[in-house]
Structure formats: C-alpha cells, structure tokens
C-alpha cells in the first residue's frame, strides 16, 4: 500500500472511532456481505432510512441520548449506508412490516420523504424490497427483526429477536431456520412491484 492508501486507511480509521462499538462491529460484517437479506417489523431498516428519520427515531429511545451521542449515531447509520453503491454491488432483500410505512415518526413530511427514499432505493438493480400487509399475521417471525448476511466465502451470520437470546448465529443449522424463516416471510409479503404501488399508493396518501 502506498502513502497516499495508507493515510487514507488511518483517516477512515479515525473516524471510525467514534462511532459506538457495536455500530463499527455491524459496519465491518455488512461492508464484507455480499447478500443481506433483512425483515423489520416495527421501524424502517436503518439501511433505507433518510438522515432525519434516523434523528426522529433515535429522539424516541429512552433514556434519551445526548444531543452529541444522538449525532455520532446518525453520523455512523449515515456511514453504514454506503454499503447499497458498492461495487460489486451486493444484493440486498428488505422485508418491511405494513404499520412501519405508516408511523409518523418526525411528522407527515419526514414520512413523506423516507417514503420517496424507499421508492428511490427500490429502484436499484440489486435492491429489491417487499411490504408484508398487516392482514397476514400467519408468518414465523411476528415477534421481532430478523437479519441474515451471507458472505463471499459460503458463510453467514444471522440473528433473530425473539430467538437464539437475540444474540448473532453463524452455525449451519440455526442459519438453515433462519433462512427457512426468511423464505417463508419473502412468500407471504407483497412481490417488490406489488410494494412499489403499495409505497405510491401511501406516499398519496400522506
């Protein structure tokens, strides 16, 4: 690596510090995935959220952070989001939970503009995101957030609320229930065109 790689790297390094532990941990797994496949019920992936929707919900957790935790945290979901315009370009399946769509977390134009940011997302090649109506109640993971990262190299890590005490798994079988899981859900939510119009159809709605 020359000096000008080198400096970039102690840069990258530097900032890097002063985000949360945990956030730099999820950072450097995504930034090696090469699939993600991810289900959220209650809010909107932070991987799709706009910079003021991250701030709206981050205001809502109790106790509350400080105004300059609050800020390294958005800084570090804005950082992470970098990982949907790599090239290559890893592919990417998000399932979002109805009511996550609906909540006005910020106020109606905060909602608006997240919901423009999903259309815009959906629009990449390597994106596809589903909506799962809150009519179907029949899916196996009804209770929390699932998430799935599959690497170059064949393995995964995976992890699921409600399951496995809520901590990351990476052996074959609890991946194996986990996929099963996501695969039924993917099954069940509406097909990414079906989302599109449901996303448009909520946006005019707003």
């Known amino acids: 690596m020359g000096a ?8 990258r390094d530097v900032e890097e510090v002063r985000y949360p532990k945990k956030v730099r941990d999820l950072a450097k797994l995504e930034a090696r995935a090469v699939e ?20 709206a919900i981050l205001r809502t957790w109790r106790p509350a952070y400080g105004q300059e935790e609050l800020e390294r945290f958005v800084a570090a979901r804005a950082a992470r989001r970098s990982v949907l315009e790599k090239t290559p370009a890893p592919e990417f399946s998000f399932v979002q939970e109805e009511v996550s769509l609906r909540r006005p977390v910020g106020g109606r134009m905060v909602l ?7 259309l815009e997302v959906g629009e990449l090649p390597n994106v596809e995101i589903q909506v799962m109506p809150t009519e179907r109640a029949d899916h196996p993971v009804t209770g929390g957030r699932l998430t799935l990262l599959k690497f170059g ?6 992890r699921m609320d409600e399951d496995f005490g809520g901590r990351p798994v990476s052996d074959l079988k609890r991946l194996r ?5 996501y695969g039924i859900i993917r099954s069940k939510a509406l097909t990414p065109a079906e989302s599109r119009d449901f996303i448009e159809q909520l946006l005019g709605e707003t």
């Open 36 to 55: 993600f496949c991810m289900y959220t019920n209650f809010d909107i992936h932070g991987l799709l959220q706009t910079e003021e929707f991250s701030r």
């Open 4 to 11: 000008g790689g080198l400096i970039s790297a102690m840069k």
């Open 112 to 118: 608006r503009r997240q919901l423009e940011r999903l």
């Open 153 to 158: 190299d064949g393995t995964a890590v995976g």
């Open 177 to 181: 229930l986990l996929e099963l899981r």
